[in-house]
């Protein structure tokens, strides 16, 4: 399997992709490509192909297009909704979410989340967000980035998605329904995974989803940390939906 960039530019099947900058660097001084190698290209909006060097340089590397890539993409969007971390967890969050295969994370600003930090802070953090999720897309092939919105509101978040998606909140306090038994019920929408930050969501913020549709779940007996809940909860949520099985052909 060959390398794979991301441009994040609409590609045109019929003209060549230049790769500038870090990532010609990266091709020619790191990895050591070289022309006639084959490579795969993703416009970062969902569409991929394969292609061949043509030329390249440390300042420039034309990639020929060959032949559309089979999509690696999940074919149901799961967006997380996660409540603001400490630290640097929401880092790990969005890479490992990034390659797991979701589709959009929401950072919201809960009444437990604890970093509250000045709007311009806010705005350097969600380009580094945004950084983090592009390279673990390059790292993960895939032909979709998924975009960081936020810090949000709880409502911000909810209005910002899409029309009838299945709504999923993990809560301590749910003892009877399963993420299996609320999945049993998904039909085909897209999933909404909502994940409270250290200290989980309020009793007022699981009424606000569950008015919204949102069904909650219990997580077992252990009570799980966030960024543990997030990544094993999309697990299932991708084991259910189909896609850890290889059912694409390449």
Known sequence: MGHHFIVEASIDPASPVILTGSKAHHAFRVLRLRVGDKVSVADGQGSGYWAQIAHISPEKVVLEIRDRRPSPEPRHQVILIQGWP?????????????????????????????????????????????????AAAQQSRRHWVPRIEGPLSLLQALDLLPPHTFLLVPWE?????????????????????????????????????????GLTVTLGPRILRTETASLACLSVIMYVLGEFSYWREE
């Open 86 to 134: 400490k630290g640097d967890k929401l880092d790990l969050i969005i890479e490992k979410g990034t390659e797991l295969g979701v589709h959009s994370i929401f950072v919201v600003q809960t009444q437990r989340s604890i970093p509250r930090p000045p709007l311009e802070a806010q705005e350097r953090r969600k380009e580094r967000w945004q950084r983090k999720a592009l």
């Open 173 to 213: 306090e749910e003892k009877q329904r399963d993420l299996r038994q609320a999945l049993s019920l998904w039909e085909f929408q897209p999933v909404g995974l909502f994940i409270g930050p250290e200290g989980g969501f309020s009793q007022e913020e699981i009424e606000i989803i569950r008015e919204k549709g």
